[in-house]
Nanobody
Framework: QVQLVQSGGGSVQAGASLRLSCAAS????????LGWFRQTPGSEREFVAA????????AYADSVKGRFSISRDTDKNEQYLQMNDLKPEDTATYYC???????????????????WGRGTQVTVSS
C-alpha cells in the first residue's frame, strides 16, 4: 500500500519559517489528494492544508491562511508545506496524509484520509 515518508520540522522562534516535506510512494498515488494535519496532546487531529491531484487547487485552515503554503511535485510524488510567520499556537506534531479521492473535499471536510505519515514535531517559542 501507500507509504508516506516525511522530513523537516524543528524548534524555532516566533516569526521564523520552516518547510516540511513528504514523499509518497505506491500505485496510483499521483491521482491522490495530498495534505497535512497537526495534533497536540489531548486534542483532535486538525486539518491544516490540502492540494488536489492536479496540484492546482489547494485549501487551508483559517488559522494558517496567508502564512502557510502547500505544493506538490507531480513528477516525484512529493508534497511540501512552507510555513511562514510561525506562532506559538502552531506548535504541534505535523502529519502528512494522502487520500485516494482526487479532489480535496473529503480531506478538508471529514478529516479521515486513507494514509498517514509518522509525524514530525514543530515547536515555536515566543
Amino acid at each position: 500500500q501507500v507509504q508516506l515518508v516525511q522530513s523537516g520540522g524543528g524548534s524555532v522562534q516566533a516569526g521564523a519559517s520552516l518547510r516540511l516535506s513528504c514523499a509518497a510512494s505506491g500505485r496510483s498515488v499521483g491521482r491522490y489528494t495530498l495534505g497535512w494535519f497537526r495534533q497536540t496532546p489531548g486534542s483532535e487531529r486538525e486539518f491544516v492544508a490540502a492540494v488536489d491531484s492536479s496540484g492546482l487547487t489547494s485549501a487551508y485552515a483559517d488559522s494558517v491562511k496567508g502564512r502557510f503554503s502547500i505544493s506538490r511535485d507531480t513528477d516525484k510524488n512529493e508534497q511540501y508545506l512552507q510555513m511562514n510567520d510561525l506562532k506559538p499556537e502552531d506548535t504541534a506534531t505535523y502529519y502528512c496524509a494522502a487520500d485516494v479521492r482526487p479532489f480535496l473535499d473529503h480531506m478538508r471536510d471529514y478529516g479521515s484520509p486513507d494514509y498517514w505519515g509518522r509525524g514530525t514535531q514543530v515547536t515555536v517559542s515566543s
